[in-house]
């Protein structure tokens, strides 16, 4: 399946694919990088949602990976990683989880990584409590300062 396809058939953010990195919040945008033909298309989440889910914390980004047989989802939250932020990212990436179980079954079957982009400084090293428990209940959950979003696509798993 495609991306634009999958964001297509979910009724609440369908009308909000953009081209290319074009959802990101232009402070986000300069976090991540890719070869624009790598590229299927990108949905601010957050915003697309706001009304649906006003009192939730709710993932930020979306963001379509060429594949080779199915398109991939690149998963953004662009937060403060300190210590004190690590309960709150881990609770919006639940709440992604269930909205993709519950409202999005099309994009919950592409292949997908969920990654969280420091705003600033990682105040926690790899072997603390907070950098356990992110391994523990954030399961694939990628902490970084930044990351290309892909070199070649098919390393997006």
Same mark, same amino acid.
């Given at each position: 399946?495609?991306?634009?396809? *999958?964001v297509k058939s979910t009724p609440s953010i369908g009308g909000h694919l953009k081209s290319g990195l074009k959802a990101l919040k232009n402070a986000d945008r300069g976090r991540v990088s890719c070869d624009g033909r790598h590229l299927r298309g990108s949905v601010d989440i957050d915003s697309a949602l706001r009304g649906l889910?006003?009192?939730? *914390?709710r993932w930020d980004y979306a963001v379509g990976l060429v594949g080779r047989e199915h398109?991939?989802?690149a998963?953004?939250?662009v937060h403060p990683a300190s210590s004190l932020h690590v309960d709150e990212a881990l609770s919006e990436l639940r709440w992604l989880v269930h909205w993709l179980e519950m409202s999005a079954p099309e994009l919950k079957i592409l292949p997908r990584r969920f990654c969280w982009i420091a705003t600033g400084t990682i105040s926690f090293s790899r072997s603390s409590a907070q950098a356990r428990k992110v391994a523990r209940e954030?399961?694939?959950l990628r902490i970084t300062k930044r990351r290309p979003l892909?070199?070649?696509c098919t390393t997006i798993l």
């Open positions: 399946m495609k991306f634009h396809e *999958a889910y006003p009192d939730d *914390a398109d991939s989802v998963w953004l939250e954030g399961g694939r892909c070199t070649s």
